[in-house]
């Protein structure tokens, strides 16, 4: 069955500094892979998705995601966190193909320290 | 482009009544709507998927009696919770894929808040 795991629940960093966010994925084959934001009492905005080829994807904001098929993971990254970013972040995996159903991870709250 | 609306933003209800909250993709059509569930800090739970002019597939443990969905165009999604109760209170979100297209993405709402009392 499909899965994803985000291993860090909360996360502190100071403005300006990087950041990386882990996300480790099951799934028999190269799935679709999404790394969407949600700030408080919000839905959830895309950043960026992983469909196939170029395995580092450039997103919204500033971000960055790399899929390593080995390692079965999809870690988003940013060189220099702003506090506009404080927010929380959640994984998710899907089926290729149509009508295919997201899997989410549990999330990692993002606090920015000015 | 891709944007998805959902109306109302909040609502307050007493228990025992039923409330109805739309999703609606603005500037795409979408063959296939999701409802999602969300309880304070946690993840999202899939509730249901919803397809244009079918019967919508509900994962296991929701109720689809309680929990009533209705696709009725590409662009308009119902979901409305009948006889609601304080347990019901959560945060529903929705989403519309435009699946088929390049991007074959799904596209959230801002959320719903329902209170019920």
């Known amino acids: 069955a499909q899965s994803v795991t985000q291993p860090d629940i909360h996360i502190t960093v100071s403005e300006g500094a990087s950041l990386e966010l882990r996300c480790n994925y099951s799934y028999g084959a190269t799935p679709y892979l999404f790394w969407y934001v949600q700030s408080p009492g919000q839905g959830l905005q895309l950043l960026l998705k992983y469909f196939s080829g170029d395995t580092l994807v450039q997103g919204i904001k500033g971000f960055e995601a790399e899929f390593k098929r080995s390692q079965s993971s999809f870690n988003l990254r940013k060189p220099s966190v702003h506090w506009s970013d404080a927010a929380e972040y959640f994984c998710a995996v899907g089926a290729p193909g149509g009508y295919n159903k997201l899997i989410f991870g549990a999330g990692t709250r993002l606090a920015v320290h000015p | 482009g891709a944007v998805v609306s959902q109306h109302p933003s909040r609502v307050i209800c007493k228990s025992g009544t039923s409330v109805k909250i739309e999703c609606r993709s603005l500037?795409?059509?979408?063959?296939?709507m999701f409802w999602y569930r969300q309880f304070p800090k946690q993840s999202l739970m899939l509730m249901a998927t919803?397809?244009?002019?079918?019967?919508?597939?509900?994962e296991q443990g929701v109720e689809k009696d309680k929990f009533l969905i209705n696709h009725a165009s590409l662009t308009l999604s119902t979901l409305t919770v009948t006889s609601a109760h304080p347990e019901d209170s959560s945060f529903y979100i929705c989403?519309?894929?435009?699946?088929?297209?390049?991007?074959?993405?799904?596209?959230f709402g801002p959320g719903t808040r329902l209170t019920v009392l």
């Open positions: 919803s397809n244009e002019g079918s019967k919508a597939t509900y």
């Open positions: 500037d795409f059509q979408a063959t296939t």
């Open positions: 989403s519309a894929s435009d699946f088929g297209s390049s991007t074959d993405t799904q596209y």
